[in-house]
């Protein structure tokens, strides 16, 4: 799994291997729902910086500003897909 920011949001990019089927003739909104399953969070790089406090998992909106995740605790996941 990936994160990063863009325009100020908060991104993830994970692998997904099956294709999500989309009717490209349809008009109708798409959209997809990704499920977690979360066991304990996750672990992170506690790093000692400016503004950051210890033992906390600090996020900033620009690159380089939050902590590196380095063990994500998600077990699974799953994908629904539909159009409105």
């Known amino acids: 799994?990936?994160?990063?920011?863009?325009?100020?949001?908060?991104?993830m990019t994970f692998p997904y291997s099956y294709p999500l089927a989309v009717d490209q003739t349809s008009t109708d909104r798409h959209w997809a729902r990704a499920h977690w399953q979360l066991?304990?969070?996750f672990?992170?790089?506690d790093?000692?910086?400016?503004g950051n406090t210890d033992g906390v998992w600090d996020v900033g909106v620009t690159a380089g500003e939050t902590e590196e995740v380095l063990a994500?605790?998600?077990t699974?996941?799953?994908t629904t897909a539909s159009t409105d």
Do not use: N, Q, S, V
Not at 3 to 9: H, P, R, S
Not at 47 to 50: H, K, L, W
């Open 76 to 78: 699974g996941y799953h």
């Open 72 to 74: 994500a605790g998600i």
């Open 43 to 45: 672990r992170w790089a």
């Open 47 to 50: 790093t000692a910086a400016t």
């Open 1 to 11: 799994m990936r994160l990063e920011t863009i325009d100020g949001e908060l991104w």
């Open 39 to 41: 066991f304990e969070g």
